[in-house]
């Protein structure tokens, strides 16, 4: 089933050695018989893995990420005292509601899952039509729906995504086989995956010493490797395999033999040279692990099939918010090894087939809302009233990107929660600011003499203010006194306890001239420094001034600088920077960022020569 023995003369190898048992033993070590199989992946992440070495096209990337799209806050309740297996799956929530064509194009998500106690039964997404479901992702994406139909499902399902209010998305850029003539062809074929999925379950991880690499270091170092290696006897294909045909048992027998004599390394030669076993990936693993907990069982696990030459996408939607996560992203390497024993001066060489479960990348992250942005602000007097003015307050909408302003210690972790979870790069102190929700409701800042930055409104005189019922707005009346100035900065806080960045800073005065009431509300600017007195203190932090390689004469650029006493000459055909990039007649920008402010400013520079 998995290929013929073969028995091989090696004297012509032999060289200087007596026997070939002296010659294995030089190369491999002293035992009599083993099994090799190397072969090459790598994953996304560094470093690339050896195991021991192998096959450069098993190269793929994993892109996951969390996304917050809505908040359903009735949804968010109902699951938060629910483990995550209890959470109803995505893929049977929509199979559960969506049984025929015309129901896809009525399907509403935010209604049902503003009802989930409703909608989301667990008798509902248990009925028997339901449970007959042509996959289950714990098991594996199964054999009945096909490689074929199953892509058609995953695109059609995950279209439907922007309908949650909240989910993971592990996209993976599969290995680009060609599927002729290969193992993955025979198991889309005769529907045998869950098959070996269990085969790989049964089997023992463990960990392994191997070598390994970064794309960018050619230095080897080494690493243990989590991986799990499952034989496949030919007992698995003759006796444990059950095809849904019997008869096609012995078709795909002679698919196999002939697959395996086609790609395995026929001879000792190929072994000594170290060259590589022949490998193909036939799926993937994803594996979920809470972070908080000790145990190291992972919460979910889902396999799915190498079903497409470009990409796979699998929706989680079994997540919580503000809980951290680590996805494992696992290849399943199918690799035809070789069994190696000798006796005498001869070898004999049998085939055995693996499937090898190698940990190939991992992530880890939380799901959180992105802050609001600052809320849209009316300020409104009273008629014939100098003492009392009214505000208005509604959920601000729209994106930005912004350093944020903080108030206090707790502000600032979470800001630091959500740099972490917005994935900024390291150096970069901005995050998104986003309204995708009404305010829960917002706070009022009051000063009452003019502040010089944004922070000057910690020690302000703050007072919360509720939304009116279901409206995203809110309003209060503030006593004011006439003939007096104050300023005021409002931010909005959400669901989720996440403030806004701070509204600009409204210039609040009533005048009452003889009884003549004038009301003035504009917006204020903080006071810019004074650049000339602080240019000399700024003159430690920046410096700028061409390197000494772009001031040094450049002779072969400038070909009559051997009249150096000729000024003339000079002032026409001088040339400096002996570099190849050169600074000189060039414009450069230069941006200075507040840190108090956020504001900015450019200073536009152009290096010329003054040959005067």
């Given at each position: 089933m998995s290929g013929d023995a073969k028995t091989i003369d090696v004297s012509p190898l032999l060289g200087n050695f007596n026997s070939i048992r002296d010659y294995i033993k030089f190369t491999f070590g002293s035992r009599s018989s083993f099994e090799y199989d190397k072969f090459l992946v790598s994953g996304h992440y560094e470093p690339v893995y050896e195991y021991p070495i192998a096959n450069n096209n098993n190269v793929f990337k994993t892109r996951i990420k969390l996304n917050y799209n809505f908040l359903i806050r009735n949804f968010e309740e109902y699951i938060k005292d629910k483990?995550?297996?209890?959470?109803?799956?995505?893929?049977?929530?929509?199979?559960?509601?969506?049984?025929?064509?015309?129901?896809?194009?009525?399907?509403?998500?935010?209604?049902?899952?503003?009802?989930?106690?409703?909608?989301?039964?667990?008798?509902?997404?248990?009925?028997?039509?339901?449970?007959?479901?042509?996959?289950?992702?714990?098991?594996?994406?199964?054999?009945?729906?096909?490689?074929?139909?199953?892509?058609?499902?995953?695109?059609?399902?995950?279209?439907?995504?922007?309908?949650?209010?909240?989910y993971t998305e592990i996209k993976i850029d599969t290995h680009q086989i060609n599927?002729?003539?290969?193992?993955?062809?025979?198991?889309?074929?005769?529907?045998?995956?869950?098959?070996?999925?269990?085969?790989?379950?049964?089997?023992?991880?463990?960990?392994?010493?191997?070598?390994?690499?970064?794309?960018q270091e050619s230095n080897?170092?080494?690493?243990?490797?989590?991986?799990?290696?499952?034989?496949?006897?030919?007992?698995?294909?003759?006796?444990?395999?059950?095809?849904?045909?019997?008869?096609?048992?012995?078709?795909?027998?002679?698919?196999?033999?002939?697959?395996?004599?086609?790609?395995r390394l026929s001879n000792l030669r190929q072994i000594l040279r170290v060259q590589d076993c022949y490998s193909e990936v036939i799926g993937y693993k994803i594996s979920k692990f809470d972070t908080k907990g000790a145990n190291p069982t992972p919460i979910s696990v889902m396999y799915v099939p190498n079903i497409d030459k470009q990409s796979i996408e699998i929706i989680d939607n079994r997540i919580k918010y503000d809980k951290e996560y680590i996805y494992v992203v696992s290849m399943l390497v199918f690799v035809i090894c070789e069994s190696i024993s000798f006796r005498n001066n001869s070898v004999a060489l049998e085939p055995v087939l693996k499937i090898f479960e190698v940990d190939s990348m991992s992530y880890a992250?939380?799901?959180?809302?992105?802050?609001?942005?600052?809320?849209e602000v009316e300020i409104l007097p009273f008629i014939g009233n100098d003492s009392r003015i009214k505000i208005n307050l509604s959920t601000g909408i729209g994106t930005k990107d912004a350093i944020p302003v903080v108030f206090s210690p707790q502000e600032?972790?979470?800001?630091?929660?959500?740099?972490?979870?917005?994935?900024?790069?390291?150096?970069?102190?901005?995050?998104?600011?986003?309204?995708?929700?009404?305010?829960?409701?917002?706070?009022?800042?009051?000063?009452?003499?003019?502040?010089?930055?944004?922070?000057?409104?910690?020690?302000?005189?703050?007072?919360?203010?509720a939304k009116e019922f279901d409206s995203p707005a809110g309003s209060l009346d503030d006593n004011i006194k006439a003939?007096?100035?104050?300023?005021?900065?409002?931010?909005?806080?959400?669901?989720?306890?996440n403030f806004s960045y701070p509204s600009p800073v409204y210039e609040v005065q009533i005048k009452n001239e003889n009884g003549v009431i004038l009301p003035e509300f504009k917006l204020y600017e903080f006071k810019s420094e004074n650049l000339s007195s602080a240019s000399k203190a700024f003159r430690r932090y920046l410096y700028v001034?061409?390197?000494?390689?772009?001031?040094?004469?450049?002779?072969?650029?400038?070909?009559?600088?051997?009249?150096?006493?000729?000024?003339?000459?000079?002032?026409?055909?001088v040339s400096l920077g002996t570099g190849t990039d050169s600074l000189w007649d060039r414009k450069f920008k230069i941006r200075l960022n507040s840190k108090s402010t956020g504001k900015s400013i450019d200073i536009n520079v152009i290096f010329s020569i003054n040959k005067d």
């Open positions: 483990d995550e297996a209890a959470i109803p799956e995505f893929y049977r929530i929509l199979f559960g509601k969506i049984l025929e064509e015309e129901a896809f194009k009525k399907f509403n998500g935010q209604s049902i899952f503003d009802r989930p106690e409703e909608n989301l039964k667990e008798s509902m997404l248990d009925s028997e039509q339901v449970r007959s479901l042509p996959f289950k992702f714990e098991k594996s994406i199964s054999d009945e729906l096909g490689f074929a139909d199953l892509k058609t499902f995953l695109e059609r399902f995950n279209s439907f995504k922007e309908q949650m209010p909240f599927r002729e003539n290969t193992f993955l062809e025979i198991v889309e074929k005769y529907n045998f995956f869950s098959q070996l999925v269990a085969k790989l379950q049964a089997s023992e991880k463990k960990l392994k010493r191997i070598k390994t690499t970064t794309r080897n170092s080494e690493a243990d490797v989590s991986i799990t290696e499952a034989v496949l006897e030919k007992s698995f294909f003759k006796e444990e395999l059950a095809l849904e045909n019997p008869r096609d048992l012995s078709e795909m027998a002679a698919s196999l033999n002939k697959l395996v004599e086609t790609k992250n939380t799901l959180l809302d992105s802050p609001p942005i600052e809320p600032q972790q979470r800001y630091t929660k959500n740099k972490e979870a917005q994935e900024r790069q390291e150096g970069d102190r901005k995050i998104t600011f986003s309204s995708d929700e009404s305010s829960d409701f917002f706070i009022l800042y009051r000063l009452e003499k003019a502040p010089q930055t944004y922070r000057d409104f910690e020690t302000a005189d703050i007072r919360s203010i003939n007096k100035k104050y300023y005021y900065i409002f931010r909005s806080v959400d669901y989720h306890g001034a061409p390197a000494f390689r772009q001031k040094m004469l450049n002779e072969q650029a400038g070909n009559a600088i051997r009249a150096l006493n000729d000024r003339d000459l000079i002032k026409r055909e």
